[in-house]
């Protein structure tokens, strides 16, 4: 057991989520639209990185390593939250309120993610998270000239729905 | 209007302007949490396996005992002996199982998934293998229960509805077997179609 066996490892690990805590709610967001069904996956993530931290030994960098586990740890959820839930549930307005300015446009940027199938979303939320292409390979396991193709159209893909969606909200704001 | 690069690096520069809603928890707190949940998920665990093993592990010595007790009378000692094989081989069944869930995370997103993949299919042949001892276990109660059932019914009556019974308990086995294999077959579809997905350009 990580947590009986080895102690010290707290504050390594508390260090790892104050890290990348932000990427993670991020993650969470994109992944999830209910508030509560964020915060379980994020919990979620931090048991998966904590039992598996002790395992770490830096043959990856360290944020490759923690995307691996939280994509996968998201991307099983999901699947179990869709299998449990038929119908779509609407955006929480509460915590990414369409507001002005810089919020305004997160907002139509995570409209735009949360569109995307899933694969699709997994390698926008590593691109959007400034990971290298060779990390996203590494992450994900796909072939490198697959990632260089999909990163490509997916960056089109989400400038021009960001800047329709902006343009098509203009007037309203 | 902006250049492709300029508004790619605009939307990676908006989207991690976003803190998620950091101050919503404490790190110490979720560090808490977590050592709290994972306790809680192991003390889970071992719960299932334990109960699995009670029932076998601590039956299976009783009815050894009485195997051993009730030799002289044939339909007892043969039925308490293929209970006690029924719950052995149950047990390392268990056993077996509880190994292949436990995987590690840390693989490539393909490689999870097809890791995935394989351990659904290992328990699709558990939850098939189950019904065979079930049914070796309840297939010894009635050897047991054969002198018993004779005692009131006429010999072939007797052998009839006990086989009716085994009969009506080998469909309900079946019944839940498929269900359980559907609902896997059905994720294991769901991540074919992802790591079909990963395949194409």
Not at chain 2, 145 to 161: D, E, N, T
Request: charged share 25%; glycine share 4%; proline share 4%.
């Amino acid at each position: 057991m990580a947590s009986d066996r080895q102690p010290d490892l707290e504050p390594e690990f508390s260090r790892l989520l104050e890290n990348h805590a932000p990427a993670l709610r991020r993650l969470c967001v994109a992944y999830m639209e209910d508030a509560s069904d964020r915060q379980d996956l994020f919990q979620e993530i931090a048991i998966a990185l904590w039992t598996a931290w002790p395992g770490f030994r830096g043959q990856a960098s360290e944020r490759t390593w923690l995307y691996r586990v939280a994509h996968n740890v998201a991307l099983t959820y999901a699947a179990k939250r869709r299998r449990q839930r038929s119908s779509e549930e609407a955006l929480d307005e509460t915590l990414h309120s369409p507001a002005t300015g810089d919020n305004h446009r997160r907002f139509a940027l995570l409209e735009s993610v949360q569109r995307l199938g899933p694969v699709d979303r997994q390698l926008a939320l590593l691109y959007l998270e400034g990971l290298s292409a060779r990390e996203i390979e590494e992450i994900t396991g796909m072939a490198a000239n697959n990632v260089g193709v999909r990163l490509n159209r997916l960056r089109q893909k989400l400038a021009a729905a960001f800047r329709a969606k902006e343009v098509r909200d203009e007037p309203a704001r | 209007m902006s250049r492709p690069d300029e508004s790619s690096d605009e939307l990676q520069r908006i989207w991690q302007e976003d803190r998620g809603n950091a101050a919503e928890q404490e790190t110490s707190m979720i560090v808490q949490l977590v050592r709290e949940k994972h306790r809680s998920f192991q003390d889970l665990v071992r719960a299932e396996s334990s109960t699995a093993y009670v029932l076998s592990l601590s039956f299976a010595p009783l009815t050894g005992l009485a195997a051993w007790k009730a030799h002289p009378w044939l339909p007892f000692g043969l039925g308490y002996l293929i209970m006690t094989a029924a719950l052995v081989a149950a047990a390392i069944a268990v056993w077996l199982n509880q190994r292949a869930i436990a995987r590690p995370i840390d693989l490539s997103v393909r490689q999870y998934h097809q890791q995935l993949l394989r351990l659904y299919e290992k328990r699709i042949r558990f939850f098939a293998s189950s019904q065979y001892w079930y049914l070796a276990l309840f297939f010894g109660c009635e050897v047991v229960l054969y002198p018993l059932a004779v005692h009131f019914l006429p010999k072939v009556w007797s052998i009839v509805l006990l086989g009716v019974l085994l009969v009506l308990c080998a469909i309900a086995f079946q019944r839940s077997e498929s269900a359980q294999e559907a609902r896997l077959r059905q994720r294991q579809d769901e991540l074919r179609s992802l790591l079909e997905e990963m395949d194409r350009p």
